[in-house]
């Protein structure tokens, strides 16, 4: 499974970005999908989950601001990101969990990452 992220770029602060991650290969169910995103010199942060009921989380700092969804007939989801401020900056990643069933039926579960997103807000 590939996962592809898009939607990163230069935004002034204040502003919008919307990214995607769409998911492509062999025939999957998605399970919880995931954005992280690792600012320089930092570790990698947690910053929205979506599960596959549609139930969401987000990191306390990005609360109000960002929105996750998804669309699972595209296998994408989705983060628009409003009210950008410049420490929102870094390369933001989708991660998904999804699982597929073999010809003995057999539940097989695993986990992609996507090769990131850079997102890059001025003040």
């Known amino acids: 499974v590939q996962l592809q992220a898009s939607g990163g770029g230069l935004v002034q602060a204040g502003g919008s970005l919307r990214l995607s991650c769409a998911a492509s290969g062999r025939t999957f169910s998605l399970d919880a999908m995931d954005w992280y995103r690792q600012a320089p010199g930092k570790e990698r942060e947690l910053v929205a989950t979506?599960?596959?009921?549609?139930?969401?989380n987000y990191a306390d700092s990005v609360k109000g601001r960002f929105t996750i969804s998804r669309d699972n007939a595209k296998n994408t989801v989705y983060l628009q990101m409003n009210s950008l401020k410049p420490e929102d900056t870094g390369v933001y990643l989708c991660?998904?969990?999804?699982?597929?069933?073999?010809?003995?039926?057999?539940?097989?579960?695993?986990?992609?990452w996507g090769q990131g997103t850079l997102v890059t807000v001025s003040s």
């Open positions: 991660k998904l969990d999804a699982h597929y069933y073999t010809d003995t039926d057999e539940r097989v579960v695993f986990r992609s």
């Open positions: 979506i599960s596959s009921g549609g139930s969401t």
